[in-house]
């Protein structure tokens, strides 16, 4: 059974591929859920579910009514904190979260990305222009360089306080690591002006005004946010594509968060019966016409050493 426990060990990590072998690296160790290739490219394995509504978000379509409702965990998890912390300051409006990805990604109709579970619409928070109240959005409302609605039933305005929160909030989400928040570029300056006037502090304003931008592949996003995380190093590993910059401040998000799952020393101790000679490595190959080993790792002073 131990043998059995360390030959399924040596599969797993010591897979040799390519006259190479298989290194320890950080998120290698488990190919099952994550973001795979590129937002308008990839797919998803094994994605979480954001259900129809929940604390301070509902969704703009139901899955029964065709809505995405499926992204990497830590997608789903900002989606669910960010409509708590909205849900806090006491205005009894929800925030309207528009589509993730498709349970297995791929291409989804309305949509060039959304591939690949790093994507999510939110609805711009509104206000009714005559009473100035918050109100639900009824759905995708475009607004004008003065954030007046444009061709809405009832007058409405583009929420610029709630608005500027959502966006400082998103930033802020921790272990996220937010690349882009592409909307259009006077709904930029709107919220640019505000977060200014209002006090916010220079680094989020700067920080916002890397992130938010307005996408150069489609309509300028006047609507709504299109939310996009990063990879993580692990989703990398296996062939995930960021699709936007990998701004600075993002590294202290990976920090030992995609560790392998087990220790050197657990690791050793499941090696303990493997026959010596291929856990110090391949035998010295003494005549010169002889074929070159293939490349093995070896457990030297407690790290594992390819060659």
Same mark, same amino acid.
């Given at each position: 059974?131990?043998?059995?426990?360390?030959? %399924?060990?040596?599969?797993?990590?010591?897979?040799?591929?390519?006259?190479?072998?298989?290194?320890?690296?950080?998120?290698?160790?488990?190919?099952?859920?994550?973001?795979?290739?590129?937002?308008?490219?990839?797919?998803?394995?094994?994605?979480?579910?954001?259900?129809?509504? *929940?604390?301070?978000?509902?969704?703009?379509?139901?899955?029964?009514?065709?809505?995405?409702?499926?992204?990497?965990?830590?997608?789903?998890?900002?989606?669910?904190?960010?409509?708590?912390?909205?849900?806090?300051?006491?205005?009894?409006?929800?925030?309207?979260?528009?589509?993730?990805?498709?349970?297995?990604?791929?291409?989804?109709?309305?949509?060039?990305?959304?591939?690949?579970?790093?994507?999510?619409?939110?609805?711009?928070?509104?206000?009714?222009?005559?009473?100035?109240?918050?109100?639900? &959005?009824?759905?995708?409302?475009?607004?004008?360089?003065? *954030?007046?609605?444009?061709?809405?039933?009832?007058?409405?305005?583009?929420?610029?306080?709630?608005?500027?929160?959502?966006?400082?909030?998103?930033?802020?989400?921790?272990? $996220?690591?937010?690349?882009? $928040?592409? !909307?259009? &570029?006077?709904? %930029? /300056?709107?919220?640019?002006?505000?977060?200014?006037?209002?006090?916010?502090?220079?680094?989020?304003?700067? @920080?916002?005004?890397? $992130?938010?931008?307005?996408?150069?592949?489609?309509?300028?996003?006047?609507?709504?946010?299109?939310?996009?995380?990063?990879? /993580?190093?692990?989703? @990398? $590993?296996?062939? !995930?594509?960021?699709?936007?910059?990998?701004?600075?401040?993002?590294?202290?998000?990976?920090? %030992?968060?995609?560790?392998?799952?087990?220790?050197?020393?657990?690791?050793?101790?499941?090696?303990?019966?493997?026959?010596?000679?291929?856990?110090?490595?391949?035998?010295?190959?003494?005549?010169?016409?002889? %074929?070159?080993?293939?490349?093995? !790792?070896?457990?030297?002073?407690?790290?594992?050493?390819?060659?």
């Amino acid at each position: 059974m131990r043998h059995a426990l360390s030959r %399924k060990v040596l599969a797993a990590v010591f897979a040799v591929s390519a006259g190479g072998c298989a290194h320890l690296l950080p998120g290698a160790a488990s190919p099952e859920g994550g973001s795979r290739g590129r937002p308008g490219t990839g797919w998803l394995a094994h994605g979480s579910r954001l259900p129809d509504r *929940g604390p301070g978000f509902e969704a703009l379509r139901t899955e029964a009514e065709g809505g995405l409702h499926f992204g990497t965990d830590r997608l789903v998890g900002m989606v669910r904190r960010v409509a708590r912390a909205m849900n806090r300051d006491g205005v009894p409006v929800p925030l309207k979260v528009g589509d993730l990805s498709a349970l297995l990604g791929g291409q989804v109709t309305r949509h060039h990305s959304h591939r690949n579970g790093r994507d999510v619409d939110l609805i711009f928070f509104t206000r009714d222009a005559a009473a100035d109240r918050p109100v639900v &959005a009824p759905g995708f409302v475009r607004y004008d360089r003065n *954030g007046d609605s444009v061709g809405a039933p009832t007058p409405l305005r583009f929420d610029l306080a709630r608005n500027w929160r959502l966006v400082e909030t998103v930033l802020q989400a921790p272990d $996220v690591a937010v690349i882009r $928040v592409f !909307c259009a &570029a006077w709904i %930029k /300056t709107l919220l640019l002006d505000h977060a200014r006037r209002s006090g916010a502090a220079p680094w989020l304003v700067e @920080r916002a005004e890397l $992130v938010l931008a307005q996408p150069g592949d489609s309509a300028p996003h006047d609507d709504h946010f299109h939310v996009r995380i990063a990879c /993580t190093p692990g989703e @990398r $590993v296996l062939g !995930c594509s960021d699709g936007g910059p990998l701004w600075p401040w993002l590294d202290k998000d990976w920090d %030992k968060s995609d560790a392998a799952p087990m220790d050197d020393e657990t690791l050793v101790s499941l090696m303990d019966e493997i026959p010596p000679g291929f856990e110090h490595g391949p035998p010295v190959v003494a005549e010169a016409s002889a %074929k070159p080993a293939p490349a093995m !790792c070896a457990s030297v002073s407690d790290e594992l050493v390819c060659r």
